[in-house]
């Protein structure tokens, strides 16, 4: 079992829509979470990052986090060509000054004019 | 702020030959990580350092691979010797020392590296 999984996509939406994109992680003691959004040939940028169960949200972003279920989600409202991009999840664990990162392999989403 | 600086952004190498990527960090951040990125593999840590000493370097794939960060201002990234299979993009990135937003990563432009 991977230890960040995503769903590879693509995940086709029209404009306008509400993309739902999804990402479970294996490791319990995980406790920051974040979303970057890649373009194609260039580098993550940071879209969210959620600590706490809950949503978050930020603008058009939504960020989803259950712990019990240890699922996080991103929504996009509104979604727009431009939001067109491979989206990363990415997993903290909660070791007292552990930095690493585990991304998973990223969701394409593309949005139809 | 000029962000992430990486250099070379675009590496071709004969398979054999010592490669080196090179990092400039953001002023005043605390943390460096390189990452590599395949279509196969996704995007892997490597190593990251914290105020220049490598913390964690687990994801350094063999021997072959070696980094430094000499001072707080560069870092690099090598090979050697290389193989076709080190064809990669990989990325540096740094942060804060904080935590909450300040451990935000923020990434590079990236080197293509493609070894023949």
């Known amino acids: 079992q991977k230890e960040v999984e995503q769903n590879s996509g693509p995940l086709s939406v029209p404009e306008g829509a509400i993309a739902s994109l999804n990402c479970t992680y294996s490791d319990r003691v995980s406790q920051s979470f974040f979303w970057y959004r890649q373009y194609s040939g260039k580098s993550p940028e940071l879209i969210m990052s959620i600590y706490s169960n809950g949503d978050k949200e930020d603008g058009r972003f939504t960020a989803q986090l259950n712990k019990a279920s240890q699922y996080v989600s991103l929504l996009i409202r509104d979604s727009q060509p431009s939001d067109s991009a491979t989206y990363l999840c990415?997993?903290?664990?909660?070791?007292?000054?552990?930095?690493?990162?585990?991304f998973g392999s990223g969701t394409r989403l593309q949005v139809q004019p | 702020d000029a962000g992430v600086i990486q250099s070379p952004r675009h590496e071709v190498t004969e398979m054999g030959q010592e490669v080196t990527l090179r990092c400039k960090p953001i002023s005043g951040h605390d943390y460096l990580f390189w990452y590599r990125q395949t279509m196969m593999r996704g995007l892997e840590l490597l190593i990251y350092f914290n105020n220049n000493v490598p913390i964690d370097d687990s994801g350094m794939p063999e021997d072959r691979f070696s980094a430094k960060m000499p001072n707080a201002s560069f870092s690099t990234l090598k090979i050697q010797p290389s193989e076709p299979r080190d064809s990669a993009v990989y990325f540096c990135?740094?942060?804060?020392?904080?935590?909450?937003?300040?451990?935000?990563?923020?990434f590079g432009p990236g080197t293509r590296l493609l070894v023949l």
């Open positions: 990415a997993v903290k664990r909660g070791d007292t000054g552990r930095r690493a990162l585990t």
């Open positions: 990135a740094s942060s804060l020392g904080g935590t909450g937003g300040q451990e935000t990563q923020y």
